[in-house]
């Protein structure tokens, strides 16, 4: 049988080989090769600087064609509240007390109609501007970043705007997209590959060494597969061996932006399919601390597990989220108290990041992990700040709960979030009876000091 050639194939099959060689060459020689070495050329930071330009010059081009246009700017609300001042229950009422019409509080009844206006407003205010369910949805922008069109109320203004949206939309998926995408699979691959070659050393100082070498690469790779800026303040403080870094929590890349600068031991609950190839290879390599599901359920064995980890100062500290659930970045909501009541030096790390480049919060009861990964790696860029906060240790007389909290207060302290009191875990259940219990009992409190004060005088 005669073969035909097309010399048109043969072309093709030339020229995608040239670009398949050119593509792997860019990649190893301007982000693989300084993954490896911990060093940078300075790109993102200018590529960082053009967009932050470019969001200017658009934002202005916005304002300037409503005007022409005579169109009322949509002005998004931001989910950072305004702090008060924290008043108690008992203040609060008696100042609605003072400013009704018995201004003798001294006669005053047991129980004033009145009081009733308190938790009226109390409940109006939570339906209106919940400080809770707010911290479970994207944050809103004040300005276009030219990612989406979510504002229901855009306009078309310009011809020279539009074609740069389309502009953008083709750079991040037609050149930023895949690339990410194979810095990626490049990364994760050389993890499994390396920390499962690295499990065959015995236990030393050359396979702690080559495992803490290792990990840094490939997370290094990781975060370039994000076009991640990250910047990182007070080195001096980052955590040690024996002790529990603890930071707040907005997304899973947290593991990947804090372990691109350290080596951390990770906690978790044992999983299957890529992700449980990925744990069984770096627990080889590194003592990771992994729990089957029925574990996890277990608060003792998780604590004789930590607690025994940080005891061998020769281990890594461990990475704890103690929130248990991604925050949008605008706040930090209850730390569980079980990494605080172990007796080990904490590493407070307060993480905040940029949303006019990438929104890096998960919002896991509306997004998969596959369209998660998506949205981030098709964003412009992941750019955040990290903070090492002095090391923490609980003092003589303060409880679990309580040394968690001054934790809490210091990451929101230094990262610019609210503190706030509630449990993430309302993210998916409902207000638990206790809280409804407490201000009941607060209010009944309040009503008895009042009768006894009476009774005294």
């Not at 994000?226 to 002790?243: C, F, M, Q, V």
């Not at 390599?285 to 930590?306: I, Q």
């Not at 993210?427 to 000091?449: A, H, N, P």
């Amino acid at each position: 049988m005669e073969l035909f050639f097309n010399p048109f194939d043969n072309l093709l099959c030339i020229l995608l080989g040239i670009s398949f060689t050119v593509w792997f060459t860019l990649l190893l020689v301007f982000i693989i090769v300084p993954a490896i070495f911990g060093v940078s050329f300075g790109i993102r930071r200018l590529y960082m600087k053009t967009l932050l330009k470019i969001f200017e010059w658009a934002t202005l081009r916005i304002e300037r064609g409503a005007k022409e246009k005579n169109h009322h700017l949509y002005k998004p609300y931001s989910n950072a509240i305004i702090a008060k001042e924290p008043t108690s229950l008992e203040e609060e009422i008696k100042e609605i007390r003072r400013s009704g019409s018995n201004k003798d509080l001294d006669s005053a009844t047991e129980f004033e109609m009145s009081d009733i206006f308190y938790f009226a407003r109390r409940g109006v205010e939570s339906i209106m501007d919940d400080e809770v369910t707010k911290r479970f949805t994207a944050e809103e922008l004040e300005s276009w970043n030219l990612l989406t069109r979510s504002n229901n109320n855009f306009q078309y203004i310009s011809l020279r705007l539009t074609v740069l949206w389309w502009l953008g939309l083709l750079i991040r998926y037609g050149f930023l997209l895949p690339l990410r995408v194979t810095l990626a699979f490049t990364g994760v691959s050389l993890l499994v590959f390396l920390t499962s070659l690295i499990g065959l050393l015995p236990n030393g100082r050359l396979k702690n060494f080559l495992s803490e070498k290792v990990h840094l690469m490939c997370y290094r790779i990781c975060v370039r597969a994000l076009t991640a800026i990250i910047t990182y303040h007070d080195s001096e403080n980052k955590p040690k061996n024996g002790g529990i870094c603890v930071a707040n929590h907005t997304s899973p890349i947290d593991v990947i932006i804090l372990a691109s600068d350290g080596c951390y031991a990770m906690v978790g609950q044992i999983h299957g399919g890529l992700m449980g190839v990925i744990q069984r290879s770096m627990v080889k390599a590194c003592p990771h601390v992994w729990f089957e599901r029925s574990e996890v359920k277990d608060r003792h064995l998780v604590a004789k597990r930590l607690s025994d980890h940080v005891q061998d100062k020769s281990k890594l500290p461990i990475l704890i989220f103690p929130e248990g659930t991604c925050i949008n970045n605008t706040s930090v909501m209850m730390f569980k108290k079980g990494s605080f009541d172990i007796g080990a030096t904490v590493y407070p790390v307060a993480i905040k990041y940029d949303p006019r480049f990438g929104d890096a919060f998960w919002n896991s009861s509306k997004f998969g992990m596959v369209n998660y990964l998506l949205h981030m790696m098709s964003s412009w860029a992941i750019v955040c700040s990290v903070w090492y906060l002095p090391p923490m240790s609980r003092e003589e007389g303060e409880d679990a709960v309580q040394f968690a909290n001054r934790v809490k207060a210091a990451i929101a302290r230094k990262g610019g979030l609210v503190d706030l009191l509630w449990d993430g875990g309302l993210k998916r259940e409902k207000v638990k009876d206790t809280f409804k219990e407490e201000q009941q009992k607060l209010y009944s409190k309040m009503l008895v000091g009042t009768q006894e004060d009476r009774s005294r005088s």
